[in-house]
């Protein structure tokens, strides 16, 4: 399995635009999970879903973001209108979900997309 | 809420030495605890995976070990290399619930 696959790597967009960060988890997990990480707040977990539904988006920090799991393979996290402080490292992960591999592996993370707004 | 807290925040140790990183949590009613790797630039490498029922796992030159009761775990790194140089972060996941709570991470520092 190539793991999970985020897209772009880099993404540098000026204020006001809209942006979208791709996730594609690992063929067969149940749990997919965006989070953002800063220097000042480290990561913090933005929204996941279970099955493709949204379980907890609390996270989620402004109606500005929003996010989407269309289906098992593939998950959106969009920011609009985009703000400088949105600049951050966004990390996608999955997990199998309860009674499979979780109890032996945890999450996979994906290698993020460095978002930049100037 | 369960806050993670991880110390030192930085360490720098010369090369062959044993060291310990120290993980804290508030809420005793985890689920499970992991070790995560993070080198400059890139994603969280899984390390270690320790269920609640566990009080230890190993791998390789790495031994964690979790105490519920005191709200602690520990990473063990034995006879450390340059290439152990990351920031290693420790994540806490709720009785109940499915999210991981991460520490800041200590960044380690390998002296050749």
Redesign the interface.
Same mark, same amino acid.
């Given at each position: 399995d190539a793991g999970v696959i985020q897209s772009p790597r880099h993404e540098v967009t000026e204020m006001g635009q809209e942006v979208t960060l791709r996730c594609k988890p690992i063929s067969g997990h149940d749990y997919l999970f965006w989070y953002r990480q800063t220097m000042m707040r480290g990561l913090e977990l933005l929204i996941y879903f279970n099955n493709n539904v949204p379980i907890d988006d609390s996270g989620m920090p402004e109606d500005r973001f929003s996010a989407k799991m269309p289906n098992a393979s593939f998950s959106t996290l969009k920011i609009q209108p985009s703000e400088p402080r949105d600049s951050a490292v966004y990390f996608c992960a999955s997990r199998p979900g309860t009674g499979r591999s979780w109890n032996n592996y945890g999450y996979t993370f994906g290698s993020g997309t460095r978002l930049t707004v100037v | 809420k369960q806050e993670v807290t991880q110390i030192p925040a930085a360490l720098s140790v010369p090369e062959g030495e044993n060291l310990v990183l120290n993980c804290s949590f508030t809420d005793s009613a985890i689920y $499970?605890l992991?070790w995560?790797r993070q080198d400059p630039?890139?994603?969280?490498?899984?390390l270690l995976?320790i269920?609640s029922s566990q009080r230890e796992q190993t791998s390789g030159r790495l031994n964690a070990s979790l105490d519920k009761s005191s709200g602690r775990s520990t990473l063990y790194i034995a006879a450390s290399q340059p290439g152990d140089s990351a920031t290693y972060?420790c994540?806490v996941s709720r009785l109940t619930? $499915?999210?991981?709570y991460?520490?800041?991470?200590t960044s380690l520092t390998v002296i050749p």
């Amino acid at each position: 399995d190539a793991g999970v696959i985020q897209s772009p790597r880099h993404e540098v967009t000026e204020m006001g635009q809209e942006v979208t960060l791709r996730c594609k988890p690992i063929s067969g997990h149940d749990y997919l999970f965006w989070y953002r990480q800063t220097m000042m707040r480290g990561l913090e977990l933005l929204i996941y879903f279970n099955n493709n539904v949204p379980i907890d988006d609390s996270g989620m920090p402004e109606d500005r973001f929003s996010a989407k799991m269309p289906n098992a393979s593939f998950s959106t996290l969009k920011i609009q209108p985009s703000e400088p402080r949105d600049s951050a490292v966004y990390f996608c992960a999955s997990r199998p979900g309860t009674g499979r591999s979780w109890n032996n592996y945890g999450y996979t993370f994906g290698s993020g997309t460095r978002l930049t707004v100037v | 809420k369960q806050e993670v807290t991880q110390i030192p925040a930085a360490l720098s140790v010369p090369e062959g030495e044993n060291l310990v990183l120290n993980c804290s949590f508030t809420d005793s009613a985890i689920y $499970n605890l992991q070790w995560f790797r993070q080198d400059p630039g890139k994603g969280l490498t899984s390390l270690l995976l320790i269920q609640s029922s566990q009080r230890e796992q190993t791998s390789g030159r790495l031994n964690a070990s979790l105490d519920k009761s005191s709200g602690r775990s520990t990473l063990y790194i034995a006879a450390s290399q340059p290439g152990d140089s990351a920031t290693y972060l420790c994540a806490v996941s709720r009785l109940t619930g $499915n999210q991981f709570y991460f520490g800041t991470g200590t960044s380690l520092t390998v002296i050749p």
